[in-house]
């Protein structure tokens, strides 16, 4: 997998202020709209699109447009949602498809438990989000589920990662060939023995939207 750990003051600002424990929900929210909208900026570096000429005001000018099919963007259930705005906003052509997704807690494995995308996503490039890369578990399965739907290339937002999740990423498409890439705003230490993303920032969607 392609990642691209974006180095930028503004991000390294927005994402201090987001690990730290005593930043409220709704500061947090805005941050994570903010920081989003920064990684988003480099994720679309790929982007398809098809040339135009518009006139100006004094000369006919070439230039480009966000080619048909128009990007997906994907948002993992529930903390995913937390990063949509920030993406739509850079892409407000974009269509959305949600994605839900739980472990089982027998098999350990990542399961589907809802999900709204079009059928055939021939042709389509996709950007899920989903704020924490920890494990792998459940970004792999969303892409494998994306691939077996006929997904062009997939680009993943994640605010942050652990090494963990980018190697088991990179065990489940060894060899695919199929274009993945992750840009993230920070690849951190380790995961501790809960899971959790160290030093990271907790839970993503407990700090999002409350314990519930
Ligand atoms: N999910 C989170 O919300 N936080 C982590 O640290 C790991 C997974």
């Known amino acids: 997998m392609e990642t691209l750990v974006v180095d930028h003051p503004l991000v390294a600002h927005k994402l201090t202020v987001l690990r730290d424990a005593n930043t409220d929900s709704p500061t947090f929210r805005r941050l994570a709209d903010e920081l989003v909208t920064l990684l988003a900026y480099e994720a679309t570096r790929h982007v398809r699109v098809s040339e135009v000429t518009v006139r100006t005001p004094v000369a006919p000018a070439g230039g480009v447009r ?12 529930r903390a995913g949602l937390g990063m949509l ?23 350990l494995q990542a399961e589907t438990y809802a ?71 920070a690849l951190d230490e380790r995961l501790n023995e809960h899971g959790y993303i160290v030093p990271g920032l907790g839970d993503a969607g407990d700090r999002l939207y409350g314990v519930v």
């Open 85 to 107: 705005d920030g993406m739509t906003r850079l892409l407000p052509t974009a269509e959305v498809g949600f994605l839900g997704m739980i472990r089982n807690e027998s098999t």
């Open 66 to 77: 966000l080619a048909h099919p128009y990007p997906l963007v994907v948002p993992i259930l």
């Open 115 to 185: 999900t709204r995308l079009p059928d055939d996503l021939s042709g389509r490039q996709v950007y899920v989000v989903d704020p924490m890369l920890a494990t792998g578990g459940t970004l792999a399965a969303a892409v494998e589920f994306l691939f077996e739907r006929g997904a062009e290339d997939v680009t993943a937002l994640c605010l942050l990662a652990a090494p963990e999740g980018i190697a088991h990423m990179d065990r489940v498409f060894a060899g695919s060939g199929r274009p993945i890439r992750l840009v993230t705003a």
